[in-house]
C-alpha cells in the first residue's frame, strides 16, 4: 500500500466547471470539512480532473457514487455520523476505488484500510502536488486488481466447464480444452461465454425430469 504524504450533514451535487474535454478522473468527495472540500476541489480541478458529487455523511457516500459514477473517491477517516473506513469498504464494494484522506496513518488504521481494499492515502492537510500521482495510483491499481479477479474468475469457470465435458464425453483435458477453444472460435464468442452457456445447459438439463 503506498502512503504518500498526506468532516458535514446533507449532500451536494457538484458538478466541475475545469477542463474542456475529457477529464483526468471524475472523482467524489467525502468529507465533513468545507476547508478540506475546497482545497480537494481546487486541486483536482488544477489537475484536469472533475468533481462529480460531494457528501458530508457516511450515509450518503453509497448514494453519491452511485449517482455520479466517479472514477475514484476521496474519503475522509473521521466523519459525523461513522467511520470513514467502513465507508471505503461499501464504496469499493460497489466498484469503486478509495483514497482516504486523512492526518495520521496509524498502523491501526493502515491494517484495517487494507482489509478494506484502500489503494492509497492523501495527507492532511493537502499538498496539491501530492494529489494527481495519488489518484492515478488509485485508479489503476484498482484496475488491475479488478483485471485479475475477472480473470480468475473466469478461468475457474472455463475449467468447471472443461470438466464437465471430460465427464459426459470421457475426453482428456487436452480434447475438453480444445472443443471449447473451438466453439468459441466458431461463434466468434469469448471461451467464458461458451464456458457459461454450457455450464447453464448443463444446470437445465439435470433439471429436466426423466419421465
Do not use: N
Not at 38 to 46: E, G, K, S, V
Not at 145 to 160: A, H, N, Q, V
Amino acid at each position: 500500500m503506498s502512503l504518500v504524504a498526506p468532516r458535514l450533514p446533507l449532500a451536494v451535487s457538484m458538478a466541475s466547471d475545469g477542463p474542456k474535454g475529457s477529464p483526468r478522473w471524475r472523482v467524489a468527495i467525502l468529507d465533513d470539512h468545507e476547508r478540506s472540500r475546497a482545497a480537494l476541489r481546487a486541486a483536482i480541478w488544477a489537475a484536469g480532473g472533475e468533481v462529480v458529487g460531494e457528501a458530508v455523511r457516511c450515509a450518503d457516500a453509497v448514494a453519491l457514487v452511485r449517482r455520479g459514477a466517479p472514477d475514484v473517491a476521496v474519503c475522509a477517516v473521521g466523519l459525523p455520523d461513522g467511520d470513514g473506513v467502513e465507508v471505503a469498504r461499501q464504496l469499493i464494494e460497489t466498484g469503486c476505488p478509495v483514497v482516504l484522506f486523512t492526518s495520521h496513518t496509524r498502523q491501526e488504521l493502515v491494517d484495517r484500510a487494507r482489509s478494506a481494499g484502500v489503494m492509497s492515502y492523501l495527507l492532511k492537510p493537502l499538498r496539491s502536488a501530492e494529489l494527481a500521482p495519488v489518484l492515478d495510483l488509485a485508479v489503476a491499481r484498482f484496475s488491475e486488481t479488478r483485471d485479475l479477479r475477472r480473470s480468475l474468475e473466469e478461468r475457474k469457470i472455463i475449467e468447471r466447464a472443461k470438466g464437465r465435458l471430460m465427464a459426459r464425453y470421457q475426453l482428456s483435458e487436452d480434447d475438453a480444452f480444445r472443443r471449447l477453444r473451438r466453439a468459441a472460435m466458431d461463434s466468434r464468442r469469448p471461451m467464458v461465454d461458451i464456458a457459461k452457456a454450457l455450464l447453464v445447459s448443463e444446470s437445465v438439463a439435470s433439471d429436466v425430469p426423466t419421465h
